[in-house]
């Protein structure tokens, strides 16, 4: 089983939708991160959360909010959906328990379409 | 900000050879640099990490340097193989313990 699962894995919608992308971890992390991947950008960040209690802004979290539900769960909402945000979203955890350096654990991402 | 600017988005190699994916930063030099490969229709997994004090650090076919004055970091794949092929991404630190990651390479090895 994956240690940072990612629903739905595609989804194509339309414009003016809200769209809810959910991510859970079984690895215990406490940090947790939403990217988003475009042709020739790489991966910019959307928002980032270090604990429950902690929701921070990325690069480009216009047009996206997110909610820590639990330490396992971070979902990414686009509440009123545009083609702009077509791409593919990226979710993460890294383990604070170490110095800063600790790597990012990747799901397998979500294709999202809008049309 | 700190911006990466990673080689031509696409190289393709011959198996067997020896090539290099170069990664570039442009502001101030982090403390680190890691490298990751990704796989079409997957998430990027972490390779290797080089701290600013280590000029090269390797694993298994893999090397990496790290230049702070030119602002560069170096990825050697030797004796490449078709299960090589894929995109790779180089990540720096930034602002409130992120990272901020390149555009990646996409490397293609022929049989």
């Known amino acids: 089983d994956a240690d940072v699962t990612q629903t739905p894995r595609n989804r194509i919608t339309k414009t003016g939708k809200r769209i809810m992308l959910e991510c859970s971890q079984t690895?215990?992390?406490?940090?947790m991160y939403w990217y988003r991947q475009d042709p020739g950008l790489g991966l910019r960040l959307i928002y980032y959360s270090f604990d429950v209690k902690d929701i921070n802004k990325g690069e480009i979290s216009d047009g996206y909010s997110v909610s820590r539900q639990a330490q396992a769960k971070f979902s990414l909402s686009l509440e009123s959906a545009i083609p702009n945000q077509t791409a593919l979203y990226f979710c993460a955890t890294s383990n604070p328990g170490g110095p800063s350096d600790q790597p990012q654990h990747f799901g397998d991402g979500t294709r999202l379409s809008i049309l | 900000s700190q911006k990466i600017e990673q080689n031509s988005e696409a190289l393709n190699i011959q198996e067997g050879k020896t090539d290099t994916l170069t990664c570039n930063y442009t502001?101030?030099?982090?403390?680190?640099l890691q490298w990751y490969r990704q796989d079409p229709g997957r998430g990027p997994v972490f390779l290797l990490l080089i701290r600013e004090n280590e000029k090269e650090k390797r694993k298994e076919r893999l090397k990496v340097t790290f230049d702070t004055t030119l602002k560069q970091s170096l990825f050697h794949i030797t004796a490449s193989q078709p299960a090589d092929s894929a995109t790779y991404l180089c990540a720096l630190p930034s602002y409130g313990q992120n990272f901020v990651f390149g555009p990646g390479t996409r490397l293609s090895v022929l049989p």
């Open positions: 502001n101030y030099s982090p403390a680190y």
């Open positions: 690895k215990g992390h406490d940090r």
